[in-house]
């Protein structure tokens, strides 16, 4: 027995803790929680989705009001917080001259919340302040995939931009890998700095001011050789020359070009280079909805049951009367349809016929290819029909074009 419970306490398991993420410029230390000095993404809605770097002692205006952000130290991501002075009573107090009041006669909250949540290159996209057009994240795990990235690979970028690529490669790389961003602008890349040095990615990435068509990418990274690169520039095929310098054989390199011509012309000079592999896509997302709609049914394929509900239109009201009643108002209804259909064809022989050679037109979404052909076969006056649902749609609209993203194989020498 003792040995038993000597078994059973050395197979108890320890206490339970809330997971963590992994390690990385990314991770949350100390069980997600929210420490002095984190950048954290404020999220109200899909809309409204801000970030503010957490200091002790200080507070942060949003749309809702102001949060003291000594309030956020200490708490876990994802929980939610509700400013100490909100804009809502300041709208009531100029409404009706009086705000609302707790027992202790402070402010209270009537309304509104945040979600506090950790940095991801995600919700980078939508919290960064835009100081150029943005790779979505549906174009940037492309890159990330078609790239071959991994953990400790090296990758360069020309076109820092608003750094929201430059994120997701840092996550694909992190934490021993090296991501080299060029920018040209200089006060993008100031920007751009202060961005990475918040968010703690300085030993990821490395961001310099130069111009990659006349001075290339550096002969530091040329001496280290980079897995992969990734050029968003206007003309590509300038730095495709400097890009062969950088890539060991075989690495990886992709172009994003908005215009098909420029994709012509990079794909030319890739193949001129000795490229291999040369192909280019483009990311358009579809969506689909999820509806009713009405579908006929031939009477070939109905069961008694649907019948029955042919012969009641209005749908059953409940109990064995009400049933009862459904049919025979039904079975009333359809003798009265068939009545004034009978007068309709005496009255214009030729147009029935006429209606009657040319099969029953219905679209290609709403009936099956068997139905069709019954359709076809059997005369108008044989068929019945009831409504059906059918509820993956496609919508009629879908996100326009965005960009051509061009893929390659370096050359071996």
């Known amino acids: 027995m003792a040995a038993v419970e000597k078994n059973l306490t050395l197979e108890a398991p320890a206490s339970e803790e809330p997971a963590h993420r992994e390690s990385g410029p990314f991770a949350c230390d100390d069980k997600d929680i929210i420490k002095d000095g984190d950048l954290v993404v404020v999220f109200e809605n899909h809309t409204s989705i ?68 950790p940095l991801t290159p995600e919700l980078w996209c939508d919290a960064v302040s835009r100081r150029t057009a943005i790779m979505f994240p549906l174009d940037n795990a492309m890159v990330v995939s078609h790239l071959h990235l991994k953990p400790g690979s090296v990758v360069v970028e020309s076109g820092t931009g608003s750094g929201c690529l430059t994120n997701f490669l840092a996550r694909a790389v992190a934490p021993h890998g090296r991501v080299h961003t060029f920018e040209f602008n200089k006060a993008r890349v100031d920007a751009a700095k202060l961005d990475f040095a918040a968010a703690k990615l300085d030993d990821v990435v490395c961001c310099t001011h130069a111009n990659v068509y006349e001075n290339g990418f550096g002969a530091e990274v040329e001496s280290t050789k980079a897995d992969a690169v990734f050029l ?102 359809e003798d009265a349809n068939k009545a004034a259909a009978a007068q309709r064809k005496r009255a214009r022989p030729e147009r029935k016929q006429r209606q009657d050679m040319r099969p029953f037109q219905t679209s290609s979404l709403e009936t099956s290819v068997a139905a069709v052909i019954d359709q076809c076969a059997r005369p108008m006056q044989e068929k019945e029909f009831i409504t059906a649902d059918r509820v993956i749609l496609p919508f009629d609209r879908q996100k326009g074009h965005t960009g051509y993203l061009t893929f390659a194989y370096a050359p071996f020498k």
Request: net charge positive; hydrophobic share 35%; aromatic share 6%.
């Open 50 to 117: 801000t970030k503010v770097k957490v200091k002790r002692g200080e507070t942060f205006e949003h749309r809702l009001g102001t949060f003291d952000l000594d309030h956020f130290v200490g708490k876990r991501y994802g929980s939610r917080v509700q400013p100490m002075r909100n804009n809502m009573n300041q709208r009531k107090r100029a409404r009706t001259g009086r705000a609302s009041r707790g027992e202790s006669g402070a402010l209270v909250q009537v309304g509104g919340y945040a979600t506090l949540l």
């Open 232 to 333: 968003d520039l206007p003309a590509p095929w300038l730095a495709l020359p400097h890009a062969v310098k950088v890539l060991r054989p075989f690495g990886r390199i992709c172009t994003f070009s908005p215009c098909i011509e420029q994709v012509q012309r990079t794909a030319a000079k890739m193949a001129k280079l000795g490229f291999s592999s040369i192909m280019t896509l483009e990311c358009l997302p579809r969506e689909f909805r999820i509806t009713k709609i009405k579908t006929t049914v031939p009477v070939v394929f109905q069961t008694e049951e649907e019948k029955a509900i042919v012969r009641r239109p209005g749908g059953s009201r409940g109990g064995a009367n009400a049933e009862a009643d459904d049919v025979a108002k039904g079975e009333a209804d």
